[in-house]
């Protein structure tokens, strides 16, 4: 039994979001023929989090120039040759009023360069900007991140760097099952944790690799925007310049482990912190099993596992524990700033 | 006066470190002759930090490719096509002896690719290991970013992309003048902000483009490392995507200012800070005048500045008042981890 989790219309969201695929794909598709030079992908917050993602797998795809940009930064960086018509620029928000995603993509509009992107549905004001909108009716992060890999990884199936699109398309219709069951198995752990740790002073969190946006993302979007929880969240690579002479018996560290390349890094920050907190959380998509999901797949839905325990599951029982509602902000989106 | 801080000898590492402007240039120019494709930065903690500012400044002069590479993460990454033997690649390391760095130079060996840099002198790890070295005999942060901003600044003159090298490397005969004077100017603000917050449980640091690095430095390699200080770092884009919700009366919010295209970023900080924390500290290297630099150069001085004033004096006054010696660590570099 999950925590304030409608699993009907879960699984009814997955199916919505399932549905879009062949909108994506002709999306996709069209893009293709124009022919584009590189691609620039705006986010802010949790969406440049989600993006990051998608981009750390591509560049493993190819060398194809792919960029992220973090899109107020956009708006004043100088450095950006890479930006032209010939550019393919994709962006996303889903309450689809983002300030800076609206300004950046008038930016682009105002030099000819066309965008294209994910939101909501046609009322919202970035849908009336977007050169040609994907509507994206439930918006929460699997949603976007299933969405968001299906858009990339047509694309680099169609410059011949993803072979197995179809395949890995096909499965995807099994992604939902999967993470009602990965949530079953996590949610004593996550009644445990929170319950154990809602109310410390002060969190770390440690991440690396395709993982590093979901570990920015549970820390800075839920916990400190939704929660009020202070944290501080660094790479595992980083980890060991600075941050570990913080770590003693009684601060917690939780450590998000993926299954790319970096996990070594990963693996070198759990032998240090085992010896010195009696307060290390690991957060392992390897104890996580895929049915009718193939191995050489797994990478893609990492990202899912842990936004499914952790920005989903782990939140709703912090916000038990804390008693702050995940909905209420005192400023954010609350007045102009 | 200035706290624990040899004046004369100061004086004397600045000369010493200006001397080796011969050396820089005359390897920067038989690197130009050697003809490279890409440059490719090797640094991990304090040291990628430093770069950061050098690789940002060279992205706006030019998009000839460079590349900034944490060291232990370039030891295990996939995605790195770029790397190759007609690349140029850079590292340093003052000790000569950081691990990760040891470790990636001999990847680059093993792939026949040569790798030139900056270590203390001739007897260290590092020294044997690079085709050529350039020693760098003091090694604290001004005379790093002097050294590494020669070194690009040639190197980018010699492909056309910075006219006016000579006269810059000429003016910087007067930085570490102007480094005393802004330190003296900063002295009694040093001793003020370390007494009123180096106990403090959590401060929070907000820091963009040119100046990140430092502002990331500081936090990590200074206060956590050094003064075991919990501190939460974020870009000035990133603030207003989750942390501001934390930010309180008696919560502690530490903004580091720059000149590049990022103010305006900073400036939104700031005016949201000033209302809602009573503990709000501008460090805005506007505030410092620079005798005999040309204006046009002092983006390139700013990390310099806030290295003088928050890495340098500002980590002295809070070893003051929290009475924990930089120089003790618990763990890093005490052990094999």
Aim: net charge negative; glycine share 4%; with cysteine.
């Amino acid at each position: 039994m999950l925590r304030n989790f409608k699993l009907e219309k879960y699984l009814e969201d997955g199916k919505k979001t399932y549905s879009k695929r062949e909108d994506i794909e002709n999306l996709a598709d069209s893009l293709t023929e124009k022919k584009f030079r590189n691609i620039v992908i705006l986010g802010i917050g949790g969406t440049w989090a989600e993006w990051y993602a998608i981009v750390e797998y591509c560049r493993h795809l190819s060398d194809f120039p792919i960029y992220l940009e973090n899109a107020a930064e956009f708006l004043v960086k100088k450095n950006m040759n890479y930006l032209s018509k010939d550019s393919l620029v994709i962006t996303s928000s889903a309450s689809g009023n983002t300030k800076e995603i609206l300004e950046a993509v008038k930016l682009c509009m105002a030099e000819g360069i066309r965008v294209y992107g994910f939101t909501r549905d046609e009322t919202t004001p970035l849908a009336k900007l977007l050169t040609k909108a994907i509507y994206n009716p439930c918006g929460d992060c699997e949603h976007s991140y299933l969405m968001y890999f299906m858009l990339a990884l047509r694309l680099y199936h169609n410059m011949g760097y993803f072979d197995s699109y179809k395949r890995w398309a096909d499965q995807m219709q099994h992604l939902y099952t999967n993470l009602i069951r990965i949530r079953e198995e996590f949610e004593p752990r996550a009644a445990e944790i929170a319950k154990k740790y809602a109310k410390e002073p002060y969190t770390m969190f440690v991440g690396s690799g395709l993982l590093w946006g979901e570990t920015y993302l549970f820390t800075m979007c839920i916990l400190e925007e939704m929660q009020w929880v202070r944290t501080k969240a660094v790479t595992s690579a980083d980890f060991f310049h600075g941050p570990l002479e913080l770590v003693e018996k009684d601060v917690p560290v939780f450590l998000v482990m993926g299954e790319d390349e970096y996990r070594p890094l990963d693996e070198r920050v759990e032998r240090f912190a085992r010896k010195f907190t009696d307060k290390l959380e690991v957060f392992d998509t390897k104890e996580f099993h895929l049915t009718d999901i193939d191995d050489e797949f797994r990478l893609i839905v990492t990202p899912m596992i842990i936004t499914a325990i952790l920005t989903e599951r782990l939140a709703v029982h912090y916000e038990l524990n804390t008693g702050h509602s995940l909905e209420f902000r005192r400023y954010y989106r609350q007045f102009e700033y």
